[in-house]
Every structure is written in structure tokens, then in C-alpha cells.
């Protein structure tokens, strides 16, 4: 089974992912944001290295989805392939930081990805106000983050609320903004009991 944990920048996705691991037991896979050679320079220079990121992290994703297919086990997923287009790249574009050759070819890649994988079998949605998203932000610290805008996170959250209202596959969205699920064990049952009654109907 495939779970994926979608939701903007800084709602609590990879903190999620760990602790749902723990929980269940299930296989984590993270988003490789470190590693990634051209995060820093992206948001430097956005329009500059947009497609660059973009395609990198694609690759990346398409990797995770194959290895996730070949699996018996329970993996839980930090950020979805289908982000990856739905959100930042449509964003990027609407933005005019993506070339419409550029953006075009990435649609190519993505769509030719896609013909060979499935989406999750239940996504779990991270709804996060900008606010909310700024301090978690703020509160992580990574040098990189420091000027994603206001605007930016704002485009992206729209997205997010646009993508999820049109998501064909299983989706359970879970409103984060007045949740501490990493320091408050009730609020982590909360998220648990939800995911329990959508995926054994305990509940």
C-alpha cells in the first residue's frame, strides 16, 4: 500500500511521515530536499533554475514511485510525485518563471512518468494557513527558506486547495492549523483515529 502525505512547505509533512511510520510500522519515504544540488540556487534565482529543479526533483520522485510499486509493504511517502506538477510547476508557470518549451517538455517527461505508476492509495492532505506555514518556517530555520515570500507560500496553498478539490483518487484532508501532533499525543490520535476509520473503518 501507498500513502502519501501532501501539503505546502513547512505544514509538518516529513515530521508526519516519521511518526506515522512508528506508529503503524509502515516504511518512510522521504523527499530528498537536501540533497537536492539545486534547491539553494533555485530559490536565489527562481526563474533562472526552476526548470532545473523541477526536473531533478521529477527524476527523484519517479525513482521513489518505482521502488514503492515493487514493494510489499506499507510506505508512507513524504511529498507525491503529483506535486510535483500539480502544484510548483503550475505555479512556476503561471508565475512566468517556466518557459512554455520548457514547461512543455517537463509535461512530456511527467505524463510519460505517469502511464507507468499509479497515484496513492490514500493521500493525506496537510491543510496549513500561510501564517501557520510561515512560523513552522521560521521555527525550522533552514538558510535556504529564508526568502520564500508571503506570496509565494499563498500561490502555492491556492493550488493546493484547487488540486484537492478536483483529486480523483482517496484523500483525507486534515485541518493543521490548530494541531501540535509532533509535541501533543492527542493531537497525533486525532490524525490516527481518522486514518484508522477511512482505511479499517474502526471508527
Known sequence: MHIGIAGNIGCGKTTLTKMLSQHYGWTPKYEAV???PYLEDYY????RWSYNLETYFLAQRFKDVLEIAKSDEVIVQDRTILEGVH??????KAMGNLSDRDYNTYMMLFNLMMSMVKEPDLLIYLKSSVPTLVSQIQKRGRDY???????YLTNLNDRYEEWISGYKGRVLTIEADNLDFEHVPEDFALITDKIDAELYGLF
Open 44 to 47: 536565489k534565482d527562481i526563474e
Open 145 to 151: 527558506e529564508k526568502s520564500i515570500s508571503i506570496e
Open 87 to 92: 502544484i510548483f510547476v503550475a505555479n512556476n
Open 34 to 36: 537536501t540533497y537536492n
